[in-house]
């Protein structure tokens, strides 16, 4: 049975999504099993209103709430019974193998740190998060904004992560092609960051290809992308807007005129199958590699068929037993560089 704990309060909607998702994640996963972090009174009406199963639900009771615009620090240090810092707490005390919140994104990776502590060899965890590629295969790219300005010698530990995430879920995936992003394929490009970074990699027991450029990372030439976090946010975010351009563009032109609805008409299985395969909520959840624990993030907005999928995400990680793989690998393939 795995178990799940879940940051009830969080993100921009609270209860409204998180209780109808722990409802849907439930129903489709008999062996799980979900503590609810928050306000019991008002999660327990909730998760009646989802019709949840509530015999496999848990209720601890946080007397507050992380804001979404409250600084990390703060929250840190002045809400020691927030529903996040409990949730947390649960993987922690060994309760829950992994926890998932649409928190604030700063406080819970400083909550996430201080709480669960970083892992032998790593100085800063980083943020992954697996987007779709070519081919129905997935690209795992890290890190996505937990580090604004990281060293060589990080973005190699965070390609090591990505490597051993990678293969703790894809097993079949034991040399996951790994690709550092820069502005060029040769390796005279780029920052002295990233110049250095590329020869620590091209050191490393890890299956590095060498440099891509962004417009490689959608290709099944790459299975993991490294970025810094101020890189890795920006392409993230461009990401997002441009697959919301694009169904914005082409849901214009085919209600341009009586043709181009016709058109649509007739075009309707393909569409249907472009929205599911780009619909952002599919790929909801982001990991926090580095720590000695498992965290996901879900996406603040997003509603309650996104967090399902952040809570899905928890749980093939909890089920593959990602993170001692994670531990084992690090400690070889670091030894070894």
Do not use: C, W
Not at 146 to 158: G, I, M, R, Y
């Amino acid at each position: 049975m795995i178990t799940l704990s879940v940051d009830a309060m969080g993100g921009d909607i609270g209860l409204a999504v998180t209780a109808p998702a722990a409802a849907n994640f439930l129903q489709r996963r008999p062996d799980a099993k979900l503590i609810m972090v928050g306000d019991q009174a008002q999660i327990q009406t909730a998760l009646q209103q989802a019709n949840a199963p509530m015999a496999r639900i848990s209720i601890i009771h946080a007397s507050e709430v992380v804001g979404m615009d409250e600084a990390p620090q703060y929250a840190l240090k002045n809400k020691k019974d927030s529903s996040m810092r409990v949730a947390i707490q649960q993987v922690k005390e060994g309760n829950a193998q992994a926890a998932v919140s649409a928190g604030n994104t700063g406080a819970l990776m400083a909550t996430a740190r201080f709480v669960l502590k970083t892992l032998p060899h790593i100085d800063r965890p980083a943020i992954a998060k697996f987007l779709p590629a070519e081919n129905d295969q997935l690209t795992l790219m890290l890190d996505l904004g937990a580090n604004v300005d990281s060293t060589p010698e990080q973005l190699h530990q965070f390609a090591i992560m990505g490597n051993e995430l990678y293969r703790a879920l894809y097993p079949s995936h034991n040399a996951p092609k790994i690709g550092l992003l820069n502005i060029g394929t040769e390796d005279i490009k780029g920052t002295e960051t990233v110049k250095q970074a590329f020869q620590l990699l091209q050191q490393s027991p890890v299956n590095f290809i060498g440099n891509i450029e962004a417009n490689q990372i959608y290709s099944d030439k790459v299975d993991i992308v490294i970025a810094d976090g101020f890189v890795g946010n920006i392409v993230l975010k461009t990401i997002e807007g441009t697959a919301g351009f694009m169904g914005g563009i082409i849901k214009q032109e085919f209600q341009r005129n009586l043709y181009t609805k016709f058109s649509a008409f007739t075009a309707l299985p393909v569409l249907q199958s472009f929205k599911r395969r780009l619909d952002p909520r599919r790929y909801n959840g982001a990991i926090f590699l580095g720590l000695r624990g498992i965290v996901v993030k879900s996406h603040g907005g997003t509603d309650a068929t996104g967090f399902a999928f952040a809570l899905e995400e928890a749980y093939q990680e909890a089920q593959a037993d990602s993170l001692a793989k994670i531990e084992q690998g690090i400690s070889k393939k670091l030894a070894a560089a």
